[in-house]
């Protein structure tokens, strides 16, 4: 069966923004539409495509196939979910910290004492458009079975958010790390395993230098732990551009091969930063980061400074594209951090998203470094008859991931 685009364009005029969404996931649910509009952003594109399963996925639900159902299911559900389960599936929270409130979306509840996933995105984005991609692909949604997950939005940054008030001071980048314990303490977690992006990244990993025993690994895509501001330099990619604010932000984000030969990819996340994100929080988290601190991490050496110095005693898997604009900052950071905790997976024919662009690949590495971490309990729950080891990865790369994270763990 196919729909029109007469019939989603008159969805959407008819209806505001988020009943219009809401009416088109309905129609495409229905119909088990396969095709959508191309100019629909992709993290919803994702979504409208994976609601062919819905229905029976959510059978057994008692709100049905309710709008408001079928946006947290779009979102949040992996599998058949009951009543209970969807009062889990999204819960949302602001959370009162030292320097502000933090928005959080908290997906599961915690198991055990296992800790949980905990996401922080990149400048432009906020945690869905940023993450939805990565959470929504089959072999994440394995994972995230056996841990809960919390998203984090930087202040001002999650869909929605009010203007900040005049003469408001935006939080800088140290201190949106000691947001992080109020986070973890309100939900009544003890650790986290992190992936972030970014901007997200740098937080994440101060926030591991600063409380080393509440992170048990992390997942930094596109980090930079320098302080060299980066305004100059995109500016200095657009030629012929306007130097504004959301040019500056797709430098930020993709090469100049990624902005002039993958259009679609392009407008749909220049649309995103435009017109979604409260331009003026926006400009403030920029320029939060644009003045970051130097991360000051040093590489150990053995039988010198290894109690002493500065850095990471977490696992970290440090993830980017190959055509990414943060290739240099990553395998800068690579450097500064010890090589037997450290594995660096650069993605071939990736840009700057890898999480948005090769999400199997990425899942399939974070399946390998939690196993690493010692959950072994996981590998039979993940194993996939048919897939070879290396069907995405060198096998020196998942070989690394286990071992850097091996024994930092206990084994469960």
């Known amino acids: 069966m196919n729909i029109s685009k007469q019939i989603l364009i008159k969805t959407i005029t008819q209806?505001?923004?988020?009943?219009?969404?809401?009416?088109?996931?309905?129609?495409?649910?229905?119909?088990?539409?396969?095709?959508v509009p191309l100019s629909l952003p992709l993290f919803i594109i994702d979504d409208l495509r994976a609601l062919r399963t819905g229905p029976a996925c959510?059978?057994?639900?008692?709100?049905?196939?309710?709008?408001?159902?079928?946006?947290?299911?779009?979102?949040?559900?992996?599998?058949?979910?009951?009543?209970?389960?969807?009062?889990?599936?999204?819960?949302?929270?602001d959370i009162e910290t030292p320097h502000g409130v933090l928005h959080v979306t908290m997906r599961g509840v915690p198991k055990g004492n296992r800790p949980v996933i905990l996401t922080y995105h990149d400048i432009g984005l906020n945690h869905k458009s940023c993450f939805n991609t990565l959470f929504n692909y089959e072999d994440m949604q394995e994972i995230t079975q056996h841990?809960?997950?919390?998203?984090?939005?930087?202040?001002?940054?999650?869909?929605?958010?009010?203007?900040?008030?005049?003469?408001y001071r935006y939080p800088t980048m140290d201190e949106l790390a000691e947001m992080l314990p109020s986070?973890?303490?309100?939900?009544?977690?003890?650790?986290?395993?992190?992936?972030?992006?970014?901007?997200?990244?740098?937080v994440l990993t101060r926030f591991a230098l600063n409380n080393p025993t509440?992170?048990?690994?992390?997942?930094?895509?596109?980090?930079?732990?320098?302080?060299?501001?980066?305004?100059?330099?995109?500016?200095?990619?657009?030629?012929?551009?306007?130097?504004?604010?959301?040019?500056?932000?797709?430098?930020?984000?993709?090469?100049?091969?990624e902005?002039?030969?993958?259009?679609?990819?392009?407008?749909?996340y220049r649309l995103h930063v435009a017109q979604d994100i409260n331009q003026d929080n926006l400009a403030l988290f920029c320029g939060s980061y644009q003045y970051r601190r130097d991360l000051g991490i040093e590489r150990p050496v053995v039988g010198l400074n290894e109690d002493t110095v500065n850095t990471l005693i977490c696992p970290a898997l440090l993830v980017v594209g190959d055509t990414s604009p943060a290739v240099e900052a990553v395998v800068e950071c690579n450097?500064?951090?010890?090589?037997?905790?450290?594995?660096?997976?650069?993605?071939?024919?990736?840009?700057?998203?890898?999480?948005?662009?090769?999400?199997g690949k990425l899942a399939e590495a974070f399946k390998y470094f939690v196993q690493g971490m010692g959950y072994s309990n996981l590998k039979k729950a993940m194993y996939r008859p048919g897939r070879s080891?290396?069907?995405?990865?060198?096998?020196?790369?998942?070989?690394?991931?286990?071992?850097?994270?091996?024994?930092?763990?206990?084994?469960?």
């Open 58 to 93: 959510c059978a057994s639900c008692p709100a049905k196939h309710s709008q408001t159902h079928l946006h947290d299911c779009t979102f949040f559900c992996a599998g058949p979910c009951t009543s209970a389960e969807m009062s889990d599936a999204r819960k949302e929270h």
């Open 15 to 35: 209806t505001s923004a988020t009943e219009g969404e809401n009416s088109i996931r309905l129609l495409l649910c229905q119909l088990a539409i396969i095709h």
């Open 147 to 167: 841990f809960a997950v919390v998203h984090v939005d930087a202040p001002g940054q999650q869909e929605g958010a009010p203007p900040f008030p005049s003469g």
């Open 335 to 359: 450097s500064r951090l010890n090589p037997t905790k450290t594995t660096l997976l650069k993605m071939a024919d990736c840009g700057g998203l890898p999480q948005v662009v090769q999400p």
């Open 214 to 257: 509440l992170v048990e690994g992390l997942v930094l895509i596109n980090v930079d732990p320098c302080a060299e501001g980066w305004i100059d330099w995109a500016a200095s990619k657009l030629t012929g551009w306007t130097s504004n604010l959301v040019d500056i932000i797709m430098a930020h984000h993709f090469s100049t091969d």
């Open 259 to 268: 902005l002039t030969d993958n259009q679609e990819l392009i407008q749909t």
């Open 389 to 412: 080891l290396s069907h995405s990865l060198e096998v020196h790369v998942v070989s690394s991931l286990l071992s850097a994270a091996c024994g930092h763990r206990r084994f469960e």
């Open 183 to 202: 986070v973890l303490t309100q939900l009544n977690v003890n650790s986290m395993i992190g992936i972030g992006v970014g901007a997200g990244a740098y």
